[in-house]
Nanobody
């Protein structure tokens, strides 16, 4: 069964850092591009970062470019999101999924509240 398990979130102060992890299972993870998405309170889910199946290509939303770094280890079926210089507007629940997303299998996400 397809499963995404996000972890690593928690309260952080403005300017702080967090590293989110995503464990994926139930499919051949190494053959899929992966993305991090986030959903802020009262807003639609939005794209944050993309990594190709091999890890050779990464793409970021303009709002996080230069502050966030996506990476993956296909041997561990894991994708990470290193978040630095966090801002209040980064407050959201963060999710991982494939690209294109397996829409019926969204995980619980991990909450990242950024306090000012």
């Amino acid at each position: 069964q397809v499963q995404f398990v996000e972890s690593g979130g928690g309260m952080v102060q403005v300017g702080g850092s967090l590293r989110l992890s995503c464990g994926a299972s139930g499919f051949t993870v190494s053959t899929y591009a992966m993305r991090w998405y986030r959903q802020a309170p009262g807003k639609e889910r939005e794209f944050v970062a993309h990594i190709s199946s091999t890890g050779g290509t990464t793409v970021y939303a303009d709002s996080v470019k230069g502050r966030f770094t996506i990476s993956r280890d296909n041997a561990k079926n894991t994708v990470w999101l290193q978040m630095n210089s966090l801002k209040p507007e980064d407050t959201a629940v963060y999710y991982c999924n494939t690209h294109p997303p397996k829409r019926e299998y969204w995980g619980q996400g991990t909450q990242v509240p950024v306090s000012s």
